[in-house]
């Protein structure tokens, strides 16, 4: 019964029906969200039987619903290899065609394979307006023209402005192939398609149908054998045809936008404003069509600088009525696609121009519009199928820069501003609700969810919600932002105070300074100066350990220990020392340092605070070998893994480890100091294993750099290159001044 329809309907209806998303059933059977949702969509051929199999084992299937499943698989997989291709002829010319490589190479490969004559090809170029599939189409078939010699032929199905019916296109394309009117009334229309099939696959032609609405307009059009091709593009994926090449296409590269503008404009006049050129391919998102527009406004209107249209671009409200030149407009592009969506599909689209990062998953819509995440994703499914909106290789949908203008206006046109101020409430409450959550996984006394959360996404385990928050973090960030702009205090103070053990792992993100000003602000806001202390304190972290401004930190600290003095919080009267020791160690200032460090240490013994006097403690003893007193430093650092390595310890397992690597990789400093260079390489060693394990990639680097330096120091030069290299390779993710010594160090060493 299944094996009636394509595999991939059926594969999408069995998933629906165990309530998984694609990517719970990505992680269940072992394969990709895109290779999923490629094949439920029909843009991959049906998958090998093992793949089917761990599909079935995913969706945990029963054994009728598990023969269904490899039935239509079975039934989907050609018996015998079947070569697609795509081609065209153009009507016109394509002079100053750029870019593209890889799909004209691929197109080329598939009509080499054609030639062979094992059976007739069809191919779908899909993709949004304005990405450039005709013209891609009509390149191929320029540079395909002497391998089809019985004829190259373009149809036009008008798609998106008025169908042209089946049997019309089928006319045109016998008459185009010599078919002589008595002939076709002897055949009559229900023999068209039939003597199509036959002469295309007796001859060696290229068929172009451009512009294809949907499967049942071209599927007359399309040959069963032969050494034919057909191409077809349509700005849907046409998931409904079987058997077919499938060729995505989006914007261009970066590159190529720079190369069309200047093929356009002329090297002497673009090289003349090189960076305003740049920045016009950005501003039309690297859409061919926005791109030859905004060309041809400047070859038009000669006067204009470059410069001047990057200024005209730059206002988003008026970026697509600009993007016009006669009678070819972008918007109008867009809304020839937009106005064949369902209500549900178009209200989404509009909505998900509020999302404000790059991409998004099925939970961003499903909380825009207040409606379930499997229903979100049927909704944005549609989207994909009309060409509105794209999937990347992860499995994220994307909307392109344009159409999120374009969608933004209509959002203002078409909906009351108080159902756009919910959606953008119901988005902005998610994600931080969800962040919270995430955050306070490493957050001391909570961990695991409540089981009463029901939230859109998974948090089952620390690394879940350290990869959403991650992933998601130009979202959450911007709802931050959201949140505290409307004064919604209190849930940036909560936001803000979940990070305070995640953000340790993730230092060098760019964005913790904003985050705890913000908090900070709120905190002040709230009046309230036990949060004013924590967030004031945590600000201070975010300047000395982010941004390296240890002044400022240290202003921020003696503002803490104010608020935490006069709420009486000896804990963040303790933070606010021990924070500010670090940053006077990081100036210079030993004695400062030192001072205040023990004074942290002591307050946090009085009130019995253990997870607090674990830092200050580390603090502490590294303030002491900066003061020159090393083997001091030694033995408060070997307090702590004595503490660490009782059986009671009385703090949670995360900080435990973390403080473990922190203190291991402390020591080995110190034995670095006190000369015992052996001693500081195995500590260095065990250190950056502890940081791997833990995830924290900037201390493994200063590991790493520690452990390079023993090594050099003992004479292993081979070794010591290796772990300079490593520190070298984790770029970003360390501090700059761990990768100048690396670098200073590695140039150093004895030539290999």
């Known amino acids: 019964m299944s094996g009636e329809k394509p595999f991939g309907v059926v594969l999408r209806g069995l998933r629906q029906q165990a309530r998984l998303t694609m990517g719970e059933l990505a992680e269940a059977s072992g394969v990709s969200v895109r290779a999923i949702g490629d094949m439920e969509r029909g843009r991959s051929r049906v998958p090998q039987r093992r793949t089917v199999v761990a599909l079935a084992e995913g969706l945990g299937l029963a054994e009728t619903e598990r023969e269904d499943l490899l039935a239509a698989g079975r039934a989907g997989r050609p018996t015998r290899a079947v070569a697609v291709a795509g081609t065209a002829v153009p009507p016109r010319s394509v002079r100053d065609f750029t870019g593209r490589g890889p799909q004209l190479v691929r197109l080329k490969e598939v009509a080499e394979r054609t030639g062979t004559g094992e059976s007739g090809s069809v191919a779908v170029i899909s993709g949004p307006p304005g990405c450039g599939k005709t013209t891609l189409a009509l390149k191929a078939a320029t540079d395909l023209a002497e391998e089809f010699p019985e004829g190259c032929f373009v149809v036009d199905l008008h798609g998106v402005d008025g169908a042209v019916d089946p049997g019309e296109a089928l006319l045109k394309l016998l008459k185009a192939l010599g078919v002589s009117d008595r002939r076709l ?272 996404v998974a948090l089952e385990n620390a690394e879940e919600a350290r990869t959403w928050l991650q992933s998601e973090a130009p979202a959450w960030l911007a709802a931050l932002r959201g949140a505290a702009h409307k004064g919604e205090h209190t849930r940036v103070v909560e936001t803000a105070d979940a990070m305070e053990w995640f953000c340790d792992l993730w230092v060098f993100w760019g964005h913790w300074s904003e985050v705890y000003e913000l908090s900070g602000q709120a905190a002040a806001a709230l009046d309230d100066p036990n949060l004013q202390a924590f967030h004031l304190n945590m600000h201070a972290w975010a300047l000395i350990e982010c941004d390296h401004q240890y002044r400022e930190a240290i202003e921020r600290t003696d503002e803490g220990l104010h608020c935490a003095r006069r709420a009486g919080n000896i804990p963040q009267q303790a933070s606010a020392l021990s924070h500010a020791a670090v940053a006077h160690r990081r100036l210079g200032e030993a004695h400062a340092a030192t001072e205040k460090s023990r004074a942290s240490v002591d307050l946090y013994e009085e009130v019995d605070d253990r997870e607090g006097w674990l830092g200050a403690m580390v603090t502490y003893g590294s303030s002491l070998r900066f003061l020159g007193r090393a083997a001091e430093a030694q033995t408060q650092h070997q307090r702590i893994i004595a503490f660490l390595d009782a059986p009671d310890r009385p703090v949670s397992e995360h900080v435990a480890d973390m403080t473990r690597a922190h203190t291991t990789y402390a020591l080995g400093l110190d034995h670095a100091v006190l000369g015992g260079w052996s001693e500081a390489a195995g500590h260095h060693r065990e250190a950056v294993g502890q940081f791997r394990r833990i995830g924290m990639p900037h201390m493994q680097g200063s590991a790493l750099l520690g452990l390079g330096e023993a090594l050099t120091e003992l004479g292993e030069g081979v070794e010591a290159r290796t772990c300079l290299r490593q520190v070298l390779d984790l770029g970003d993710a360390v501090d700059r001044a761990v990768l100048t010594g690396a670098r200073k160090l590695l140039d150093s060493l004895p030539a290999e």
């Open 185 to 456: 009334r002897q055949e009559g229309a229900a023999g068209h398609a039939g003597l199509l099939r036959a002469l295309l696959s007796e001859r060696r032609c290229l068929v172009v149908l451009d512009n294809a609405r949907d499967e049942g307009q071209i599927r007359p059009l399309l040959p069963a054998g032969g050494r034919s091709l057909v191409l077809v593009t349509s700005r849907r994926p046409l998931t409904g045809l079987e058997d077919v090449e499938r060729l995505a296409l989006s914007e261009m590269t970066q590159d190529e936008a720079v190369e069309l503008l200047h093929r356009i404009l002329g090297e002497d006049r673009a090289d003349a404003e090189a960076d305003a050129v740049t920045r016009v391919s950005e501003l039309c998102g690297r859409l061919p069509l926005a791109l030859r527009v905004a060309g041809n406004w400047l070859t038009v209107r000669s006067a204009w600088s470059v410069d001047h249209l990057v200024r005209r671009l730059s206002d988003e409200e008026r970026r697509l009525s600009a993007l016009s030149a006669g009678d070819v407009r972008v918007e109008a592009a867009f809304e020839l696609s937009y106005g064949e969506l369902s209500g549900e599909a178009a209200r989404m689209m509009r909505l998900l121009s509020l999302v404000s990062g790059p991409d998004m998953t099925a939970a961003y819509g499903a909380s825009l519009a207040g409606i379930g995440v499997l229903e979100a994703e049927d909704v944005m499914e549609e989207l994909v199928e009309a060409g509105l909106l794209q999937v990347t290789f992860t499995g994220r949908y994307q909307l392109h820069d344009l159409l999120r203008l374009f969608a933004r206006a209509r959002l203002s046109r078409e909906e009351e501003p108080v159902e756009r101020e919910a959606a953008e409430d119901r988005l902005r409450a998610w994600l931080l609700e969800t962040a919270v959550i995430a955050g306070r996984w490493y957050k001391l006394k909570y961990g695991a969810p409540p089981p009463s959360w029901q939230g859109l």
